[in-house]
Nanobody, 112 residues
């Protein structure tokens, strides 16, 4: 069993900053990837690292020793409002195929 838990969301004014954290724990042999996604109301979930709109404002960093990934978000805009999800691609045992595990999401709301 693998648990993925996000934290750090909240309400912030436009131009402000937030730092999200995501920690994976449980039966982990190795982690192939940890990614951030976001989903705004009425829109599809999208990979944050692939968004041109966040380049230069968002930074993703990873602490491999602690199975943790961070999302530093600066110069936030109202259009960044979404639920932010963390996904971990995990191998739980030697010889097993990797599987993806999702966190429950954390709400980020940016007011204008």
């Amino acid at each position: 069993q693998v648990q993925v838990v996000e934290s750090g969301g909240g309400l912030v004014q436009a131009g402000g900053s937030l730092r999200l954290s995501c920690a994976a724990s449980g039966s982990i042999f190795s982690i192939n990837a940890m990614d951030w996604y976001r989903q705004a109301p009425g829109k599809q979930r999208e990979l944050v690292a692939g968004l041109d709109s966040v380049k230069g404002r968002f930074t993703i960093s990873r602490d491999n020793a602690n199975n943790t990934v961070y999302l530093q978000m600066n110069s936030l805009k109202p259009e960044d409002t979404a639920v932010y999800y963390c996904r971990a691609v995990v191998v739980t045992r030697v010889g097993r195929y990797p599987a993806q595990y999702w966190g429950q999401g954390t709400q980020v709301t940016v007011s204008s």
